[in-house]
């Protein structure tokens, strides 16, 4: 990895640099309406598989607003203690360890450790404001260490930093594949993944399947480098529609996953949601479409 320090290009030339200040406020930061980007409640974002369009949708972040939260600085903190600029290394490994964290009670409850993801997220974008930036500045990250079943609280990284090479995801706590299973083919860039094996038979021809552009797998070379770089990334349409799969309990949870994942988006409530999926043939891709082109038509009591 380059050993210079990464900084963005034009607008939102950020760093992450680390701050001293720390609350006592438990998890108030992630209840706290202001910490965000202003959506309001109701319309939701939009989901964001597929084109560019569905992404585009989030409004602008208020910088000035989110840096008057109380947590802020120790949000901004953590991320300046955790990132090496020489390798380019977001570390996330073991955050209930972190030991200012641990002070401000952030990760006292479940429900603030569920919260306290999507909002370093956020921080994360106020201090890296452009794509170009995260490119320049994060290619690795790790969230080894973290007793992860699931990815419900982290599922957002793929969002903001879809273009990482180098994953790892070691020493959590997933049973199955299926945990996995909405960041399937989500990252699209990534080559080199540490993950704990699964129980399963050809677990690994499956992760293999879901990275497109994997060529490492725990330190196993599993894809050629001329057939990872000539690997077509899979559309979303190949992956997303419950449909390709016969056993019919397979298929309720398919749709039942693609349900929750529209209501999390969107903020649709469940009617609306399948709705949303039965008219897009629950295909993501054409739901979103559907869903961009009919949200300001929809009435309130479509929402939550």
């Known amino acids: 990895?380059?050993?210079?320090?990464?900084?963005?290009?034009?607008?939102?030339?950020?760093?992450?640099?680390a701050s001293s200040n720390r609350v006592t406020d438990g998890d108030e930061m992630m209840l706290d309406n202001d910490f965000s980007r202003g959506r309001g409640?109701?319309?939701?974002?939009?989901?964001?598989?597929?084109?560019?369009?569905?992404?585009?949708?989030d409004p602008p972040i208020d910088k000035e607003k989110l840096k008057s939260n109380p947590t802020y600085p120790l949000m901004e903190g953590f991320l300046g203690r955790r990132y090496d600029p020489s390798t380019k290394l977001l570390n996330l490994s073991t955050i209930a360890g972190d030991e200012e964290i641990l002070k401000s009670g952030m990760f006292n409850t479940e429900g603030?450790?569920?919260?306290?993801?999507?909002?370093?997220?956020?921080?994360?974008?106020?201090?890296?404001?452009?794509?170009?930036?995260?490119?320049?500045?994060?290619?690795?990250?790790?969230?080894?260490?973290?007793?992860?079943?699931?990815?419900?609280?982290v599922y957002q990284l793929c969002n903001h930093f879809r273009h990482i090479q180098n994953?790892?995801?070691?020493?959590?706590?997933?049973?199955?594949?299926?945990?996995?299973?909405?960041?399937?083919?989500?990252?699209?860039?990534v080559e080199h993944l540490i993950i704990d094996p699964f129980p399963s038979t050809n677990w690994e021809e499956d992760i293999v399947s879901w990275f497109p552009k994997?060529?490492?797998?725990?330190?196993?070379?599993?894809?050629?480098?001329?057939?990872?770089?000539?690997?077509?990334?899979?559309?979303?349409?190949?992956?997303?529609?419950?449909?390709?799969?016969?056993?019919?309990?397979?298929?309720?949870?398919?749709?039942?996953?693609?349900?929750?994942?529209?209501m999390r988006e969107t903020n649709l409530t469940r009617d609306y949601a399948v709705q949303c999926l039965e008219a897009g043939q629950w295909n993501l891709e054409q739901a979103g479409a559907l869903f961009s082109q009919s949200r300001d038509t929809l009435p309130a009591e479509a929402f939550n």
Request: hydrophobic share 30%; proline share 4%; glycine share 8%.
């Open 167 to 189: 994953l790892d995801l070691s020493n959590n706590a997933f049973a199955t594949m299926d945990a996995l299973k909405p960041w399937k083919g989500r990252f699209k860039n």
């Open 41 to 57: 409640r109701g319309r939701g974002q939009g989901f964001k598989r597929g084109s560019n369009h569905f992404q585009s949708r």
């Open 214 to 262: 994997l060529k490492i797998l725990n330190g196993t070379q599993v894809r050629p480098d001329t057939a990872a770089n000539n690997t077509n990334t899979p559309h979303s349409t190949t992956t997303s529609t419950p449909a390709t799969t016969t056993n019919p309990e397979q298929c309720q949870q398919a749709r039942e996953d693609m349900i929750l994942y529209v």
């Open 112 to 153: 603030a450790q569920k919260k306290f993801f999507p909002a370093l997220m956020i921080v994360c974008d106020a201090i890296l404001e452009t794509q170009e930036a995260k490119e320049a500045a994060i290619t690795s990250v790790t969230l080894a260490g973290n007793n992860l079943q699931n990815t419900h609280a």
């Open 1 to 17: 990895m380059n050993n210079q320090q990464a900084r963005g290009r034009g607008r939102g030339r950020g760093r992450f640099s």
